[in-house]
């Protein structure tokens, strides 16, 4: 699979407001969006939830990583927003979690059977 990504690319909103991402990567065909926050990070979830939808990111491909949260918080605004909110020590876990199942879904044959010479 290949890998690549972008730190801060800058790209503009269909309403014309630039916006500043901090990571953006792709392994295969799958999208991952990473935004770490420190200190005040509330008046951003909504704003990042909003922005995940419209490029079409859903909760497993955009992620919020917090400093100094409790785990409790980052289950809590991950269940009223549509991104994954973690804290630095879970988020490798997570994002390995999604990366893996969507490898194993691009390697997956199209008819769902094993290939012959698995067979």
């Not at 990504?5 to 500043?20: T, V």
């Not at 199942?101 to 059977?113: C, E, R």
Request: some cysteine; aromatic content about 10%; charged content about 25%.
């Amino acid at each position: 699979m290949r890998f690549e990504y972008l730190i801060n690319p800058q790209i503009i909103l269909p309403n014309g407001d630039d916006f500043e991402l901090d990571i953006l990567a792709a392994i295969g065909s799958s999208i991952y969006w990473i935004e770490a926050k420190s200190g005040d990070y509330q008046q951003h979830v909504a704003k990042y939830s909003k922005f995940a939808r419209l490029l079409g990111l859903d909760f497993d491909h955009s992620f919020m990583v917090l400093t100094d949260v409790p785990d409790s918080r980052c289950d809590a605004l991950s269940s009223l927003f549509s991104m994954t909110v973690c804290t630095l020590r879970t988020f490798e876990e997570r994002l390995l979690v999604v990366a893996r199942n969507d490898t194993a879904q691009q390697s997956a044959p199209a008819d769902g059977l094993a290939p012959a010479a698995e067979r």
